[in-house]
């Protein structure tokens, strides 16, 4: 299986407080962009397998042809997982390799999740009328994104009096 990156990324707007060295900042960063590595990869990654997330990430239509192909060979096979009633999910070898928990790699300006998957995941697909995986599995919805700054902020912030609580002053 190849290894796709799923790369998390929002900006963040704010300057390195004052009396807060280069160093310590870019460590409370990467611990901000640790948490939400582990968040997308906990609680994000899951949802794509659920009912209803084409809705809520915007994957592309499936055709009624595909649908109905997936539906017969669900009544009559074990391999296909869920009736046939998920997108992402025909066989369950997706899900079951995107679903093991990844070690985020955290920056001062992001978080990388490497997530392995087979071959035929691509960010661009080999045909314009087919679904772009990739992107589908790379997908954050809007209140999740909403969620990931506001950990990624209070951990910063945590991290940030950490370094400002333990500090001695000039005259001690």
Known sequence: MAARRSIVRFGFVGQRPE???????????????????????QVVQPRKFEPGAAARYGFKPRTDRYLKRKERIAAVSWRVK???????????????????TQYPRPFYNRVVVETPTGDYIQMRPKKANRPNLGEELASVAADERAEMETIFQTVVEARIQEYSGGRRSAGD
């Open 19 to 41: 009396g807060v060295s280069v160093r310590a900042w870019r460590e409370a960063l990467k611990a901000g962009w640790f948490a939400v590595g582990e968040y997308y990869d």
């Open 82 to 100: 869920n009736g046939g009633k998920l997108d992402l999910v025909s066989g369950g070898t997706t899900r079951t390799s995107v679903l093991r």
